[in-house]
């Protein structure tokens, strides 16, 4: 068993910076791949990043390519998510899941999932 809770998120303006993190406890956390999605109001869960084992691969949606990275702290047990040059439409709630293999981007095969964590860009 993993738990997962997210912090970091916040009410920003445009082209600000903001970085959120993702603490787990329970199992080995290197054993697990860590993902960030984000839901925004009225729409689809989307798939943001993923981060393997040993933090040595990182996969990006398009999206956020070139402003959002991803890495993570084993010893600490926390991924973190910095995101730069935000922008009003990165407003959601995001949250990172986890599971021992990459799961792809559609979500629905992570097995562990934090609670989330509100961001709100203002223009």
């Known amino acids: 068993q993993v738990s997962l809770v997210e912090s970091g998120g916040g009410l920003v303006q445009a082209g600000d910076s903001l970085r959120l993190s993702c603490a787990a406890s329970g199992r080995t956390f290197s054993n697990y791949v860590v993902a960030w999605f984000r839901q925004a109001p009225g729409k689809e869960r989307e798939f943001v990043v993923a981060?393997?084992?040993?933090?040595?691969?990182?996969v990006l949606s398009d999206s956020v390519k070139g402003r959002f990275t991803n890495s993570r702290d084993n010893a600490k047990n926390t991924v973190y998510l910095q995101m730069t040059s935000l922008k009003p439409e990165d407003t959601a709630v995001y949250y990172c899941a986890a599971d021992r293999r990459y799961r792809g981007i559609s979500g629905t095969q992570y097995g562990y999932w934090g609670e989330g964590t509100q961001v709100t860009v203002s223009s």
């Open positions: 981060i393997m084992w040993s933090g040595g691969s990182t």
